[in-house]
């Protein structure tokens, strides 16, 4: 049973009606945060909450709690869920528009949900990726535009591929929902542009700093015809091994040992969290 | 009082509440349509059925309701809002998620609202706009994406302007929320790409068919300079004078009498409707 904060009221979430005005419905202004509570922890928290609140003041939308009041309130769902580990969702919207278009305040919810694990074949085998000419919206404010990948939904399945890779005139940004890593020799590269600066992204980067080179800069389409391995990094993906980008074998199209070596330092860290 | 309905259900608006699983408030995949009624009956139906069901089907989300049948809940709303005319506003969204992303069944909603007019200054002096780079994605379905208007709102209001015109590589698309005219000597031209086409638009169209060469085709950010008026169109702006566009004072910078002899055709067809 998940239960959800809704402006200063908390119940279970299948109770909560958000009403007709509201502006992230009628106008698709909203953000989000979401992470995943290990050992009843909610993991990088301090990371997680400084994005949160940066992508609010991006978007112009005035915090009502502040972030000790929001930890209690993360940790109030936590214990009434009651069921081992979650995931939280923050939604937060321009709020109720009597205009349907100017913001008076913001509605923000706050809920636990089930984690949705990836399935362990992915891990094993790696995903494949479709490449899409696309750059996402103000990417670096975690808003809640995702028709992108919705509506394409159909084709990403008959390509036998799990997601989208954007690209733009050759610049590579991001998946539909996580970041992206090329390893090549003993570098890791990640593009630093047009992109959501994933927490999972910042870990990574932080765990592979003692063994790799770690670039974060542009990254162009040309050199994944290089690249030994790649990966896809999210709060539930973790490290997700990629062996296929649109038609191009990545490496030997097997999941490569330095993807799973950073897996590795990847759940070594949060078995401790 | 206004009234909603919301898959199958009719109830007063204010009770509506959508669960927090909807994908247009999860991830802005929605899209609306809005139109009014004139002497009871609501305007250009068939037009803006058409377009509707077009948004629908770009976003790949099936009708719940035939034309008819949502005729039919159109006016049983009407008649319960008793007061004259109203707003009607459709949205649709990729309803329920279970894991946060994928489509099950829309969700559609449809509901009166109060009209809100254009405060009869601006017919006399006409509006400011602010030119805006930026280009709408998907601007051809009436998605719920105006984040960028809603963004921009204190900078529209310190340029003393009422609107974006949205111009990318000196071209000009549209308005945030509505569509753009210019008329030079006896030509009206308005902007064919990377716009919505606009019921209103297509009315003022055909009104101008008699008086007027209409040319619909890409329109310069350069062609301000010789232009004699501007005006935009939309449901509840009708036939809306522009006389200043970002430093660009348009012809002497007063109503023009082009745009207020369309207004007043609009007003004519609008008085019988």
Redesign the interface.
């Known amino acids: 049973m998940h239960y959800?904060y809704?402006n200063g009221t908390i119940v279970p979430?299948?109770q909560?009606?958000?009403?007709?005005t509201?502006?992230?419905?009628?106008?698709?202004?909203?953000l989000?945060d979401y992470f995943l509570t290990y050992n009843g922890r909610p993991f990088q928290w301090d990371w997680y909450w400084e994005r949160f609140r940066n992508s609010a003041a991006s978007?112009?939308l005035p915090l009502p709690l502040g972030k000790d009041e929001t930890y209690a309130v993360v940790m109030d769902l936590v214990g009434r869920a009651d069921q081992g580990d979650v995931a939280l969702?923050f939604?937060m919207?321009?709020g109720y528009a009597p205009?349907?278009?100017?913001?008076v305040k913001p509605n923000l919810?706050i809920?636990t949900?089930d984690i949705?694990p990836v399935p362990p074949v992915q891990y094993e085998q790696g995903i494949r990726v479709v490449l899409d000419e696309y750059v996402r919206?103000?990417a670096e404010v975690k808003?809640?535009?995702?028709?992108?990948?919705?509506?394409k939904?159909?084709e990403i399945r008959a390509a036998g591929a799990s997601d989208l890779l954007y690209q733009k005139d050759g610049e590579i940004s991001e998946l539909s929902?996580s970041n992206f890593f090329v390893v090549s020799g003993n570098r890791l590269i990640t593009p630093n542009q047009h992109i959501l600066r994933g927490i999972t992204r910042r870990t990574i980067m932080e765990l592979a700093q003692a063994d790799f080179e770690v670039e974060e800069r542009p990254l162009l389409l040309s050199e994944l015809y290089d690249a030994d391995e790649a990966f896809t990094t999210s709060s539930t993906k973790q490290v997700l091994p990629i062996v296929q980008v649109g038609d191009l074998t990545i490496g030997n199209g097997q999941v490569g040992p330095k993807s799973q070596y950073l897996l590795d330092r990847f759940n070594d860290l949060i078995a401790n969290w």
């Open positions: 959800g809704f979430s299948d909560i009606g958000v009403g007709v509201d502006l992230g419905l009628l106008r698709g202004y909203g989000f978007l112009r969702r939604v919207t321009g205009d349907s278009i100017s913001i919810l809920m949900e949705h919206d103000m808003s809640t535009d995702y028709k992108r990948v919705i509506l939904d159909s929902r």
